[in-house]
Structure formats: C-alpha cells, structure tokens
C-alpha cells in the first residue's frame, strides 16, 4: 500500500514537474477553436509562377535546389514583381492567406540565392534577414519580421 501511495506521488509531482518546465521553457500552447472562419469573397491571385518554381526547385525529399532557382531567378523575379503590384486587399480571406505565405517563402528563397556561399539562411546577419525592408507587396515596402 505504501508502495503504491509513493509511487502515485511521484508520478503526480512528475505531471507537476513537467507541466512547470513546459510553462517556463516551451512557448504557450495555443488553440484554435475558431480556425480560420469563413472565406470572404474576394479575387484570386494566380501562383502559377511560383508552384512551376517549386515543382522544379523542391526535390522529394522535400529540399530546396537552390541551383534551380539560381537558373530560373528571372522567373522568379517576374512573380516578385506580380506579389509588389497585387492589390491584396481585393483578394478573398483565404486567397490573402495563401497570398502572404508563398510571397514570405519566395522572398526567403530570393534573399538565399543573394548569399550563393552561406550553408544556412542563418548564416545571413539578422538585420539582413528578418528586419531588412526591401520586400514590395501592394506597393508597402516590407521585412521578413
């Protein structure tokens, strides 16, 4: 019975141990309940560019071939150009969503290709790579931040 009490107490002060070391050292858990809500209406904006881009420049393991995109950085600065003209605020909720994404990942792709010898995005200064303002959406210039 002893046994059994010592044994319950450890395992109750090790949910208590862990639960404080999630709280301390891990970022706060966060649900979401509601999703992403419903679409509005809204324009779609064409990412044609962009998934040829990747359908040649991601390999099956699921990396990127930089050297692809180092042969095709004309393609890729034509889609640059379409995302810095786009008026986003005429695109559905969803199509803003999907929007903002592919346009981060093809500026983190553009600004990799312009340090050819780095092993790692972050052996790029961070000021250079979050908090640069060079990016164009709708005319705003933007950082990656």
């Not at 019975?1 to 949910?15: D, E, P, R, T, Y």
């Not at 809500?37 to 990127?64: Q, S, Y």
Request: contains cysteine.
């Amino acid at each position: 019975m002893k046994k059994c009490v010592f044994i319950a107490i450890c395992l109750l002060n090790f949910s208590c141990i862990k639960s404080l070391i999630r709280k301390v050292f891990y970022p706060p858990e966060i649900s979401m309940k509601q999703g992403l809500g419903k679409n509005t209406a809204g324009a779609i904006f064409d990412h044609k560019i962009w998934d040829r881009l990747l359908k040649r420049g991601i390999d099956e393991r699921g990396l990127v071939r930089y050297s692809i995109f180092r042969k095709d950085v004309g393609k890729l600065n034509n889609y640059l150009n379409l995302l810095a003209s786009e008026k986003v605020e005429k695109l559905s909720k969803y199509e803003q969503l999907a929007f903002y994404i592919n346009a981060y990942n093809a500026f983190t792709v553009k600004l990799i290709l312009e340090y050819p010898r780095i092993a790692s995005i972050r052996d790029i200064d961070s000021n250079k790579r979050w908090k640069d303002k060079r990016w164009k959406i709708n005319n705003t210039v933007l950082s990656l931040n």
